[in-house]
């Protein structure tokens, strides 16, 4: 094999290689757990791997979030149908019904009997220290940046 030859094979891989570290950037971020909502599974300072989701798009499976998925959820402001608490401008929260699912018992007051297209339900695993749609009601799926994949410290 020829240095001129070898030269451009390593620089092909080093450029490969940055083409999948960027790819990875914009389709995976870790995000740190603030608040107590999500006890017992996440606690306050664990951070978590999250697959970005694209607004509009479908994740790999063809769905966005499916129930029991753990979401992460853009904060929404002042003028937009309601206001997520805390101060950061992400919530960690599980989708407990998604487009399509029956509405769980305690939620009557929604007036709907099934989660209406692009809409979801999301909880805390702690409900007593957890706002959620109890309070928020159906959020629209365009408030999802990513499903969480796994918890990175234990």
């Known amino acids: 094999m020829t240095p001129v030859l070898l030269v451009l094979l390593v620089l092909l891989a080093t450029a490969l290689g940055s083409g999948v570290v960027t790819a990875a950037r914009?389709?995976?971020?870790?995000?740190?757990?603030?608040?107590?909502?999500?006890?017992?599974?996440?606690?306050?300072?664990?951070?978590?791997?999250?697959?970005?989701?694209?607004?509009?798009?479908?994740?790999?499976?063809?769905?966005?979030?499916r129930p029991g998925d753990i979401v992460v959820i853009s904060r929404v402001g002042p003028g937009e149908g309601f206001a997520l608490d805390g101060g950061t401008n992400l919530v960690i929260k599980r989708a407990a019904a998604v487009a399509g699912d029956p509405i769980p018992p305690g939620f009557e007051a929604l007036k709907e009997t099934r989660v209406p297209p692009g809409r979801l339900l999301v909880l805390g695993d702690n409900p007593s220290r957890s706002t959620d749609s109890r309070q928020w009601g159906l959020l629209p799926e365009s408030r999802i940046t990513g499903v969480v994949l796994r918890r990175l410290n234990m």
């Open 26 to 65: 914009r389709t995976l971020r870790v995000v740190e757990v603030h608040g107590e909502s999500m006890k017992p599974g996440l606690w306050p300072g664990d951070r978590v791997l999250v697959r970005t989701l694209r607004p509009g798009r479908p994740g790999r499976s063809g769905r966005r979030v």
